[in-house]
């Protein structure tokens, strides 16, 4: 994947910092968000654990899991971001973030739960989303869970394989170069800003497990979101790397 796809998500959080909006990604009070990681957490006895969020993006889920009193790491390669993440979590000795690329970099650590919420989906390129799975697994301790939550879905979904951003480019019509205009909340008003759109990739729920399968995962639960503002069609995996052989 080039340095530009990457270097558009910083583009755009900072063209949405210095338009005055607050935040672009999650809400730290989205309903459905702060619902299910608090069952995640209770159901997984997750409270004082070590949690690593991939693609954590301003911090929304940071913030509701050391609010439930979790350890967390989260990672991003948005510098602005990261900043914005910081910032909100601040008040929480135990919530730590770095700049990471989540596809190209080993993780270190052995984590007890990972959490991606819509960042697998912003990965087009197949080798890419399977070193990104690699990383996520190799990362967990055998038996932890993991939860990728509102991931873009699509029941005719282009199941194909993507061996470039040329060839999704292609299929798809989208890019990340060009500038769009879109009106989100300011302090006081509604603003107008012109940022990139980067791509994101819609799968199948069976494209989503053959893939989850393939990285060793065992799925435990698959959910149709309601439609919602983040993304408006959208799945949610809840998937455990098993426990090793003994
Ligand atoms: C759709 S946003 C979701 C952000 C956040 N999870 C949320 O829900 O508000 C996708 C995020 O993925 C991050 N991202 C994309 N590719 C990445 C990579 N290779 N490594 C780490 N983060 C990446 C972007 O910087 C962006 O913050």
Redesign the pocket.
Known sequence: MDKNY?NA?EVR?KKVYEAGIER???SPNDPELVNILTKWVEENQLRGKSII??????G??GLILSHLGCTYHG????QS?LNKSREILKNYPNATVSL?????KKIEGSFDAALD???FH??VVDSDREK?LKNAYSCLKGGSPMLFFRESYRIDAYEGEIESFEKWKEISGEDYDRLHKRIAKGVDQDVEVYIPLVP?RAKTKNGYQKELSKAGFIIDHIKEMDVNI?CPNSVTFFVHRPKENK
């Open positions: 990457y998500y959080y672009w990604g999650h969020e991939f693609a954590c993006g301003e929304a889920s990672i991003d390669i948005s971001a990471i690329d989540m596809v190209n919420v819509m960042g912003m990965l990104y994101s983040n």
